[in-house]
Nanobody, 125 residues
Framework: QVQLVESAGGLVQPGGSLKLSCTAS????????MAWYRQAPGKQRELVAT???????NYTDSVKGRFTISRDNAKNTVYLQMDSLKPEDTAVYYC???????????????????WGQGTQVTVSS
């Protein structure tokens, strides 16, 4: 019913930049919060940044001032601009979205949770 498709990641040198995108498609009625998570080898998945439908953003401390999350509501797309990349940013990045599917029932203020397939970002010289 709903798919989240991420753009390709890649190999970037320390100090470099990379922009990820993630587009939701399918029988979508509405999208609430969209987010980016990442998971480094041997570590738990961590929340990187979130953005509400109104554009309010939050970031984990380690990426503040370096990463920027944005979204285009008309395109059902969320972006993650990553600047001043560090080796410790190396991880698989996943987009996440709270979505209501058209015609489905959701109790209260709940939404369904959907994930992208993940994309590898490697920061190395």
């Amino acid at each position: 019913q709903v798919q989240l498709v991420e753009s390709a990641g890649g190999l970037v040198q320390p100090g470099g930049s990379l922009k990820l995108s993630c587009t939701a498609s399918g029988n979508i009625f509405s999208i609430n919060v969209m987010a980016w998570y990442r998971q480094a080898p041997g570590k738990q998945r961590e929340l990187v940044a979130t953005i509400t439908s109104g554009g309010s953003t939050n970031y984990t401390d380690s990426v503040k001032g370096r990463f920027t999350i944005s979204r285009d509501n008309a395109k059902n797309t969320v972006y993650l601009q990553m600047d001043s990349l560090k080796p410790e940013d190396t991880a698989v990045y996943y987009c996440n979205a709270a979505i209501r599917v058209r015609g489905a029932y959701y109790p209260g203020t709940s939404f369904g949770t959907y994930w992208g397939q993940g994309t590898q970002v490697t920061v190395s010289s």
